[in-house]
């Protein structure tokens, strides 16, 4: 049995696990921001929490509308191949864009509580 229909599958997949990769280590980076904390650690820009929110949201949308992208891309790929590799296909590319989502949701989330934690002086 030859398998050749897999290889370009398996590229597929691994070029989309890469972008995934990227795309929730940027939301991960992308939520430090630098403040200046004077000495008691209490800050005088009272906007910072709301617009490091605002920044997680949009960086959420635009990496959100990117995997959209990118799983109908994927879905339109999996149309290409021969009717016995579509049905697999399909199904692993759903599993990914969900587990993708769910990544992208999650650091969604841990941006946004670090936002509560952003410019606050520590003690110790």
Do not use: W
């Not at 070029?15 to 630098?34: D, H, N, P």
């Not at 005088?44 to 949201?57: G, V």
């Not at 509308?65 to 692993?92: F, S």
């Amino acid at each position: 049995m030859h398998h050749a229909g897999r290889k370009p599958l398996g590229r597929v997949v691994s070029l989309a696990l890469l972008v995934a990769l990227l795309g929730v280590a940027s939301m991960a980076l992308t939520r430090c921001t630098l403040t200046g904390d004077n000495l008691t650690g209490v800050g005088l820009n009272r906007s910072a929490p709301t617009t490091c929110i605002k920044k997680c949201n949009d960086d959420f949308d635009k990496l959100f509308k990117e995997e959209q992208k990118r799983h109908i891309a994927a879905k339109d790929y999996c149309q290409t191949l021969p009717a016995n590799q579509q049905g697999p296909c399909n199904v692993d590319e759903d599993a990914l864009h969900i587990a993708n989502k769910d990544a992208l949701t999650a650091a969604k989330i841990d941006c946004q509580n670090g936002c509560h934690h952003s410019g606050t002086g520590s003690a110790g």
